[in-house]
């Protein structure tokens, strides 16, 4: 016997309000009652296809709408590439849907790895979820070396997870293969949350750490990895909600994700109610319900309420008993309402499931099931109107719905009425997705207890009452949303917030915008700070605030104030609570509110808010009026009770302050500007006094810093003839000057001369405890960047600005130049320049400062140094410390040729020393370890400074040895002796004049080059190498030099037989008396050419030939002539054999 509905129902309780993808990942429970929808199954397939057929396309984005399902499927889909035997549960399921689609996750076994969506960086979260799983895993030796890798937090392999998480993955999916599983599976849910701060934060680097994680999912010949991303929206949309622009270079990274649209219809979520109301057989077997439940939903297919666009849509409708006792209005209302303002099908079902009031187990556990009632769209309304907040995403949707509750809420008379109003609420939030018109059928049809007629006669009175409108036109109702603001209705709402919200906000709002100038801190030190109060309770503590200077409006200290009633527990507790403060730069303060100052900060909080309103909607000018006028007399009351208590009047004891847990002594007689003036003088108490507001900030101006630069510009060239300032110029650099060089002591003049030296101890301004600091600053192991070190001075007990911060600074490296290094971007700064002073105050974190000791090592290595540079010609211009020998060495470094600096004919030595100056980043070290090793590698006998001078003098003179070896093959390619200067005058003597006819571009360029009279030796050098190999003699690689000696030789004989044409021309008398030139006529009439250049060995062995030939042949002059022409024949057959012979034998050579 069935009594009440729920008796006939078995509400299927397996959904949950949620799924946690990280939580439900590996549990079989999860999904046990998942349904599988055919959007669901094309999903996987499309996913498990590409997997199985070994697509390069291995990375996915599910786009859905909230709640869509996308974190059920991103379970089941990892239990399934999970394998068959982890999960078979899954494996069964989607057999029983599809069998095919489940075929092609059989064989697979990736591992899945989870991350959900956060306002963090991608790659943090990556990062703790590879932790966990490693601590899980068994511990092996990749294991291991994964887990060295992510030692410190935030990096991988030394750098951020970011950069690398690419790589990070590739590692971890060779781990997880090495812990028997044949992938990984990344699962990314919420991907919205990382794509907002990446959005907010594109310094973090979240674009590179997801195109490269898209990139290995998707590399090619490897698909260890797969990936998806779960999205309920496009990246470009999740930057626009938060008024950031992604551009470009996130369009290129969504293009790298296949998209699968994962949308269900509304239709879907009534197979979902149907699966989760399971009614029993005792009840959709019942005729009456059967022949009810067919008319309602046959009514509803026709006004197009519902639509059965596919065979299992219209097998169900064929039984809709199976869906009693929902309405049809109420499954599409709800499918809509949960889309579009709630978490969908998870809405869906836990209004199905769960004990909320004035939900479906609710309706069915109090109703009857006498006659059969259906759960309509009023209940439907009671239900939304609960507590269970909608997310409006339309303004004015939220409008009309906040409208219709104030009216629903004053129509408790009528009940006819209140249903019709309930329904037609629900029907306007639904009405547009829906395509609906709210038209008196559609409402009679939802109501079910009047007819048409009567329902149109109900409406058309409710219009008559100005509740609803009617658009006649078109015969459609809704609720008389009016333009105008009812400022009581804004007023009323807006008080609803708790007294203790409204008291705070109020008091922020009359005390947060001020900022106390600590006046009394100003004489003594010159330095303008600032006090900024924060509001609130002992449950809404006081927020920190961030400690900037007051160039932004920020301030340097904080009143944190506590608003408390006078007597009460609260103020005993707020008390041992300011106790235990330890923040140096704030001051608390417990201020007892009477019960008027209570309300009168409530009332300036309210009308703020009504203010806010009526400002947005601009309206009229005396609303405007109206509400001004009301807050102006609300702040007047705030002045009058609550403002006063904070300062001293007489006869009246004051507040009291705290600073560090302790009473300010006489605080009570204080007001607030002179407590800010104690607290900074007790934190800034060795702050110098600098009375100069121009420099005297942390951002100065544009044209202070235009004067700061020329100053230090000045300071750089050094002393001259010319004062710094002349007496009648009174530049802003002028002003900068006295304060912060001339009153330091910094500044030492002798009439036009000056020099920059130690500032004084007592003087004007004292600024020598601030020196020490810089120095011991500079000193840490750590090298601080310019940043840090004008951090460091902007801390307690300093407290200097950035803008004399950074001179001081800057001075302090110039003065101890030769021990301070300056190194941008880890690259030591031999000469700073004002390019670099420039760079460094515009970009402070690129540039370390290090002020280096004299080093392990002592005088003899500093000696030993010294002389090696001083036979180099490069001795130090300062104090022979280590880093001015590095920076004198350095120099003598980068003025070598590239072929110096890459050359292999140089001793092993010098390719030792050459290296380690080439990889050299820490000079000290360079000199006090790097080289010292470098020499003991070596195992030569000789002293260290032997070797070194040695080493340096063979790096030296490698270009010179280059030249030498040129000069040489040059030599003897055109077959002189001598030095350059004599081969040069030759070739210029043989060559003069005759070239103007030549034709041959090589040829001729070679002539003129070398009748170049304006060159020097070492550039006429130079220009002919270049003019052979195409490169300068400092560019050239030792195979260079081959091909030189190549080019050389061509040309020379290029140059042979071209001068010889011109010697038969009588067109170079000057080569005629280098070169002979023969004709020799054989026997059978052959002739051949001899052109020989002379020597003076050639001469002295004609001379001796020529005595030979007369004691041989005596007075016979025709024996000796015939003699020799013999011998020249016999000698030019034998060299034509010998040139045919190597001929051959070459040609076989490259035959071969």
């Known amino acids: 016997m069935l009594n009440r509905i729920i008796d006939g129902l078995e509400l299927n309780t397996h959904h949950t309000r949620s799924i946690s993808l990280s939580r439900d990942l590996r549990d079989d429970t999860a999904i046990a009652s998942y349904l599988p929808t055919p959007n669901a199954v094309q999903a996987l397939k499309q996913i498990g296809t590409a997997l199985a057929e070994y697509r390069s396309q291995r990375a996915w984005k599910v786009v859905g709408p909230y709640g869509s399902g996308k974190s059920a499927l991103g379970i089941v889909l990892a239990q399934l590439l999970a394998g068959r035997d982890a999960h078979p549960a899954a494996s069964e399921m989607l057999r029983v849907t599809s069998a095919s689609v489940a075929d092609l996750f059989a064989d697979s076994r990736r591992f899945p790895l989870a991350i959900v969506g956060a306002r963090l960086s991608i790659g943090l979260a990556l990062e703790a979820e590879v932790r966990r799983t490693l601590e899980v895993w068994h511990q092996g030796k990749g294991v291991s070396a994964l887990k060295r890798h992510l030692r410190e937090p935030g990096l991988y392999k030394g750098r951020p997870i970011n950069a690398v998480a690419g790589e990070l993955m590739r590692d971890f999916t060779s781990v997880a293969r090495a812990q028997g599983f044949s992938g990984t599976l990344l699962l990314v849910d919420e991907m919205g949350k990382f794509v907002e701060h990446a959005a907010m934060h594109p310094e973090a680097g979240d674009l590179i750490a997801l195109q490269q994680l898209a990139e290995e999912a998707c590399r090619q010949g490897d698909d260890s990895l797969a990936m998806v991303v779960l999205q309920h929206q496009h990246f470009a949309s999740y930057a626009a909600g938060i008024g950031r622009a992604l551009g470009e270079e996130w369009h290129k990274v969504a293009s790298r994700f296949e998209e699968i649209p994962f949308d269900e219809p509304v239709e879907r979520y009534v197979h979902f109610a149907a699966h989760a109301l399971g009614i029993k057989p005792a009840l959709n077997r019942d005729p009456k319900l059967v022949n009810a439940a067919q008319s309602l939903f046959g009514t509803a297919l026709e006004q197009s309420v519902l639509r059965a666009p596919t065979s299992a849509d219209r097998r169900l409708f064929q039984h809709p008993e199976k869906l009693y006792p929902l309405h049809p209005l109420t499954l599409a209302s709800l499918a809509v309402v949960s889309k579009r303002y709630g978490q969908s099908e998870r809405s869906f079902h836990a209004f199905l499931n769960s004990n909320e009031p004035a939900g479906l187990r609710d309706f069915a556990q109090v109703t009857s099931i006498e006659e059969y009632p259906w759960y309509r769209l009023a209940q439907v309304f009671d239900y939304l109107a609960s507590g269970n907040g909608l997310r409006f995403r339309d303004l004015a949707a939220e409008r009309r719905w906040a409208f219709a509750l104030v009216r629903i809420e004053r129509q408790a008379k009528d009940a006819d009425a209140l249903v019709a109003l309930k329904t037609i609420a629900v029907l306007e939030l639904v009405q547009a997705p829906l395509a609906l018109r709210i038209t008196p059928e559609l409402v009679a049809f939802a109501l ?48 609803q917030a708790g007294d203790d919200e409204l008291i705070v906000r109020g008091a922020s709002h009359a005390l947060g915008n001020r900022l106390v100038v600590a006046n009394k801190h100003y004489g003594y030190r010159g330095t303008i700070r600032t006090l900024a109060i924060n509001v609130g309770t002992i449950v809404a503590w006081p927020h920190a605030g961030a400690n900037k200077s007051d160039s932004e409006g920020r301030p340097d200290g904080w009143l944190r104030l506590i608003l408390v009633t006078a007597g009460s527990r609260e103020e005993q507790q707020a008390l041992d609570r300011v106790r235990n403060a330890d923040d140096p730069l704030s001051v608390h303060c417990c201020l007892s509110l009477s019960v008027q100052g209570r309300a009168a900060l409530a009332e300036l909080a309210i009308w703020l808010a009504v203010q806010r309103e009526v400002a947005a909607k601009r309206l009229d000018p005396w609303t405007s009026q109206y509400v001004e006028s009301r807050l102006h007399q609300a702040k007047e009351d705030v002045d009058a009770l609550v403002l006063s208590a904070l300062a001293s009047n007489p006869g009246r004891t004051g507040t009291v302050y705290w600073h560090l847990g302790e009473v300010i002594p006489d605080s009570e007689s204080m007001n607030v500007g002179q407590v800010a003036s104690w607290m900074f003088e007790k934190v800034f108490h060795r702050a110098p006094r600098i009375v100069n507001e121009l420099i005297n900030k942390d951002r100065p101006a544009s044209a202070i810093v235009l004067a700061r630069q020329r100053l230090l510009d000045a300071l750089l060239a050094g002393s001259g ?8 110029e009174y530049p802003p650099e002028r002003l900068i000057h006295a304060t912060l060089l001339r009153d330091t002591g910094i500044w030492q003049a002798s009439g036009n001369n000056w020099e920059l030296v130690e500032p004084k101890l007592g003087a004007r301004v004292d600024i020598s405890a601030l020196w020490t600091e810089i120095s011991l600053i500079l000193a840490r192991e750590d090298a601080p960047t310019f940043e840090q070190v004008l951090q460091a001075l902007a801390a307690p007990p300093f407290g200097v600005r950035n803008g004399p911060a950074s001179i001081w600074v800057t001075l302090y490296v110039m003065i101890r130049r030769s021990r301070c290094a300056v190194f941008e971007r880890g690259t030591l700064v031999l000469e700073l320049t004002s390019e670099h002073l420039q760079r460094m105050h515009r970009n402070p974190h690129t540039f370390t400062l290090r002020e280096l000791p004299q080093a392990q090592g002592g005088h003899n290595l500093l000696r030993d140094y010294g002389a090696a540079l001083a036979s180099l010609g490069a001795v130090p211009s300062d104090e022979t410390t280590y880093l001015e020998l590095a920076r004198a060495l350095y120099r003598w470094f980068a003025r070598l040729s590239d072929f110096t600096q890459q050359t292999g004919r140089v001793s092993k030595d010098a390719a030792l020393v050459r290296s380690a100056l080439r990889k050299a980043q820490d000079p000290i070290q360079l000199l006090t370890s790097t080289l010292p090793k470098a020499y003991a590698q070596s195992k030569g006998g000789h002293p260290f400074q032997e070797w070194l001078s040695a080493a340096l003098t063979d790096l030296g003179m490698s270009q010179r040895k280059l030249q030498d070896a040129v000069v040489a093959e040059l030599g003897q390619a055109f077959e002189m002796v001598g030095p350059l200067s004599k081969i040069r005058s030759q070739l210029q003597s043989e060559c003069s004049g005759a070239a103007t006819g030549l034709a041959d571009a090589r040829l001729k360029s070679f002539i003129l080059r070398c009748t170049d009279l304006t060159l020097t030796d070492e550039k006429w050098l130079d220009s002919v190498a270049s003019l052979l190999v195409q490169r300068p003699l400092d560019a050239w690689t030792d195979e260079t030099v081959d091909s030189f000696a190549q080019a050389v030789t061509d040309i020379s004989g290029h140059y042979r037989r071209w001068l010889r044409l011109v010697m038969q021309r009588k067109g170079a008398p000057r080569a005629a008396e280098r070169f002979v030139s023969l004709t020799l006529t054989s026997a059978s009439g052959q002739e051949s050419a001899l052109l020989v250049a002379t020597t003076e060995h050639s001469t002295r062995l004609a001379r001796n030939v020529l005595d030979l030939l007369a004691q041989e042949a005596g007075a016979d002059p025709q024996t000796a002539a015939a003699a020799l022409a013999q011998a020249l024949q016999n000698l030019q057959v034998t060299h034509a054999l010998t040139n045919s012979t190597e001929e051959k034998r070459h040609g076989k050579r490259e035959a071969g």
């Open 448 to 495: 079910g207890s009047l007819s048409v007629t009567e329902t149109r006669t109900l409406l058309d009175r409710l219009v008559t009452q100005g509740l609803l409108i009617c658009r006649h036109s078109r015969s459609e109702y809704g609720f008389a949303v009016s333009d105008a603001v009812n400022i009581e209705a804004l007023y009323e709402h807006a008080a």
């Open 721 to 728: 003839d010319r004062p710094l300032f002349r007496d009648n």
